[in-house]
C-alpha cells in the first residue's frame, strides 16, 4: 500500500461466504494471536441469561408459539371491524379503543408481554384472509396489532405506515436495494424499531422459510470465545445512507441497556445490495468489522429456528431482541408470496431504547393518526432523498 491509499473496504458481500469468512479469522488470529484473550468490555457481561436468550434447538413443537384463534375471538375481530367502520375515521385512527376485543384484548397483551418479556416472538393463527376486502383486512390487521403495540411505525419517507414484502421486480421499476422486494435470501438482520408483524396473505410455491435467533444466545457465544469481538461490535460503524445527506452515519451494531443485549444492524448498509453498491467516498468497514458481521451471521444461522408460515398467520418479533433471516423461494402464478408488514412498539412494555438510537426510533413512531397512509397495494419505500430503503 502507498501513503496515498486510504483503508479499503474489504472482501466481503451481502450474502455470506462461509469460506471467506474462515479465511479472514485465521489471517487476524495469525496476525494477533491474543485476540480471543482481550478482557470483555466495560459493562458487558461473560454471558446473559432469561427466556430470550434461546437456540433453536430448545424449540420442540409451533405449539409452543402458535396462538390459535377460536371461533369466539374471530366473532370479536369482526365485531370490532363492524365497530371501526361505523365511526368512519381514517385508519391511522384504528387503536384499542376504535377496535375492541372484549375478550381477546387481554390474550393479546398477555402475548405482547412475552414480546419483551418471554421469548421474544408469537405467531396469531389464523386470520382468514379471503373473507376480507383488502380494506378491511389492513384495518382487522392494524387493530389486532394496536392490542399487541398502540405505536405503529412508518415505513418511509411519505409516512406509509403498512408495507407489502413482495417480489416486485417484475412489477416495479427503479433500483431495488433490499433483498426483501426480491425472492432472494435475505440474510440475517432487524428492522428498526421495538416489534415487527408481518401478516402472510399468500404463501410462495416452496422456500421461503422465515428464519428468527436469539441476539441474547449469539452474544453469549462470541464473548465467549472472542471478547474482542464484543469490542468491535459496541464501538460505531458507517452506516451507507446510499445517496442520502450526510452519506453515512455512525453507530454501534450492539448494545447492553438497562439488562437487555441489543443487536440492530442490517448487512447492507455495510456491504449493499444488488444494484444498489456500497458508496465509495465513505469510509469503508474495517477487517475487524467484516469478521464480525459474518460472524453475527453465521452464528445466527447455526442456532435459529425456522418458522413455517401459513396463510392467514400473522408473526410477531421483538426486533430488539432477536435477528431474522428468510429463505431463498420460488412464486409461480398461483402461489405469490405476499406479506404485509407493520411496525410496532408497546410503550408500556418496552425496553429502555439505546440513546444512539433514539433519534431514529423517535422519528419512526411519529407520524401522527390522520398523516398515516396504509397502501392496500404494494409499492417501494422511498427515503426523503429517494433511495430505497
Ligand atoms: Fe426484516
Same mark, same amino acid.
Given at each position: 500500500? =502507498?501513503?496515498?491509499?486510504?483503508?479499503?473496504?474489504?472482501?466481503?458481500?451481502?450474502?455470506?461466504?462461509?469460506?471467506?469468512?474462515?479465511?479472514?479469522?485465521? @489471517?487476524?488470529?495469525?496476525?494477533?494471536?491474543?485476540?480471543?484473550?482481550?478482557?470483555?468490555?466495560?459493562?458487558?457481561?461473560?454471558?446473559?441469561?432469561?427466556?430470550?436468550?434461546?437456540?433453536?434447538?430448545?424449540?420442540?413443537?409451533?405449539?409452543?408459539?402458535?396462538?390459535?384463534?377460536?371461533?369466539?375471538?374471530?366473532?370479536?375481530?369482526?365485531?370490532?371491524?363492524?365497530?371501526?367502520?361505523?365511526?368512519?375515521?381514517?385508519?391511522?385512527? %384504528?387503536?384499542?379503543?376504535?377496535?375492541?376485543? /372484549?375478550?381477546?384484548?387481554?390474550?393479546?397483551?398477555?402475548?405482547?408481554?412475552?414480546?419483551?418479556?418471554? @421469548?421474544?416472538?408469537? !405467531?396469531?393463527?389464523? &386470520?382468514?384472509?379471503?373473507?376480507?376486502?383488502?380494506?378491511?383486512?389492513? &384495518?382487522?390487521?392494524?387493530?389486532?396489532?394496536?392490542?399487541?403495540?398502540?405505536?405503529?411505525?412508518?415505513?418511509? *419517507?411519505?409516512?406509509?405506515?403498512?408495507?407489502?414484502?413482495?417480489?416486485?421486480? $417484475?412489477?416495479?421499476?427503479?433500483?431495488?436495494?433490499?433483498?426483501?422486494? $426480491? =425472492?432472494?435470501?435475505?440474510?440475517?438482520?432487524?428492522? &428498526?424499531?421495538?416489534? %415487527?408483524?408481518?401478516?402472510? %396473505?399468500?404463501?410462495? *410455491?416452496?422456500?421461503?422459510?422465515?428464519?428468527?435467533?436469539?441476539?441474547?444466545?449469539?452474544?453469549?457465544?462470541?464473548?465467549?470465545?472472542?471478547?474482542?469481538?464484543?469490542?468491535?461490535?459496541?464501538?460505531?460503524? /458507517?452506516?451507507?445512507?446510499?445517496?442520502?445527506?450526510?452519506?453515512?452515519?455512525?453507530?454501534?451494531?450492539?448494545?447492553?441497556?438497562?439488562?437487555?443485549? !441489543?443487536?440492530?444492524?442490517?448487512?447492507?448498509?455495510?456491504?449493499?445490495?444488488?444494484?444498489? %453498491? @456500497?458508496? $465509495?467516498? &465513505? /469510509?469503508?468497514?474495517?477487517?475487524?468489522?467484516?469478521?464480525?458481521?459474518?460472524?453475527?451471521?453465521?452464528?445466527?444461522?447455526?442456532?435459529?429456528?425456522?418458522?413455517?408460515?401459513?396463510?392467514?398467520?400473522?408473526?410477531?418479533?421483538?426486533?430488539?431482541?432477536?435477528?431474522?433471516?428468510?429463505?431463498?423461494?420460488?412464486?409461480?402464478?398461483?402461489?405469490?408470496?405476499?406479506?404485509?408488514?407493520?411496525?410496532?412498539?408497546?410503550?408500556?412494555?418496552?425496553?429502555?431504547?439505546?440513546?444512539?438510537?433514539?433519534?431514529?426510533?423517535?422519528?419512526?413512531?411519529? !407520524?401522527?393518526?390522520?398523516?398515516?397512509?396504509?397502501?392496500?397495494?404494494?409499492?417501494? @419505500?422511498?427515503?426523503?432523498?429517494?433511495?430505497?430503503?
Amino acid at each position: 500500500m =502507498t501513503a496515498t491509499e486510504g483503508p479499503k473496504q474489504p472482501d466481503i458481500s451481502y450474502h455470506p461466504d462461509a469460506k471467506k469468512f474462515r479465511a479472514r479469522t485465521a @489471517r487476524r488470529l495469525a496476525e494477533d494471536p491474543s485476540l480471543p484473550q482481550q478482557p470483555l468490555p466495560a459493562n458487558f457481561p461473560d454471558r446473559v441469561d432469561g427466556p430470550i436468550v434461546w437456540e433453536g434447538k430448545d424449540w420442540t413443537d409451533e405449539s409452543q408459539w402458535v396462538y390459535n384463534l377460536s371461533q369466539t375471538q374471530l366473532n370479536e375481530i369482526d365485531g370490532a371491524l363492524a365497530h371501526f367502520n361505523s365511526l368512519d375515521k381514517p385508519m391511522g385512527f %384504528i387503536s384499542r379503543e376504535t377496535f375492541p376485543l /372484549p375478550t381477546l384484548s387481554a390474550e393479546l397483551w398477555k402475548l405482547a408481554d412475552a414480546l419483551y418479556n418471554g @421469548r421474544g416472538f408469537f !405467531v396469531l393463527r389464523e &386470520i382468514p384472509i379471503d373473507k376480507y376486502s383488502r380494506k378491511d383486512l389492513a &384495518i382487522v390487521y392494524a387493530g389486532l396489532s394496536s392490542h399487541v403495540g398502540s405505536g405503529r411505525g412508518r415505513q418511509d *419517507a411519505t409516512n406509509a405506515v403498512l408495507a407489502h414484502i413482495k417480489d416486485l421486480r $417484475t412489477s416495479h421499476k427503479g433500483v431495488l436495494g433490499n433483498a426483501a422486494y $426480491t =425472492t432472494d435470501k435475505q440474510v440475517f438482520h432487524t428492522d &428498526i424499531g421495538d416489534l %415487527i408483524a408481518l401478516l402472510s %396473505i399468500q404463501q410462495s *410455491a416452496s422456500g421461503g422459510v422465515s428464519r428468527l435467533a436469539s441476539s441474547g444466545f449469539i452474544y453469549n457465544e462470541i464473548a465467549k470465545t472472542r471478547p474482542d469481538l464484543i469490542h468491535v461490535l459496541k464501538d460505531n460503524w /458507517p452506516l451507507d445512507r446510499f445517496g442520502g445527506d450526510p452519506p453515512y452515519t455512525e453507530r454501534p451494531v450492539l448494545y447492553n441497556e438497562d439488562g437487555h443485549i !441489543v443487536i440492530q444492524y442490517s448487512r447492507r448498509h455495510f456491504t449493499g445490495y444488488g444494484e444498489q %453498491i @456500497r458508496s $465509495t467516498n &465513505i /469510509p469503508p468497514i474495517s477487517e475487524a468489522q467484516a469478521e464480525a458481521l459474518d460472524m453475527l451471521h453465521f452464528l445466527a444461522e447455526k442456532h435459529s429456528l425456522g418458522l413455517n408460515f401459513q396463510k392467514g398467520d400473522i408473526q410477531y418479533i421483538n426486533s430488539m431482541g432477536l435477528l431474522h433471516a428468510r429463505d431463498a423461494f420460488v412464486d409461480d402464478p398461483e402461489h405469490t408470496r405476499h406479506l404485509v408488514r407493520l411496525w410496532l412498539r408497546n410503550d408500556e412494555l418496552a425496553w429502555k431504547t439505546p440513546k444512539p438510537l433514539e433519534k431514529t426510533w423517535a422519528l419512526l413512531y411519529s !407520524v401522527a393518526a390522520n398523516a398515516q397512509r396504509f397502501p392496500l397495494e404494494p409499492e417501494i @419505500r422511498k427515503t426523503a432523498s429517494g433511495a430505497t430503503k
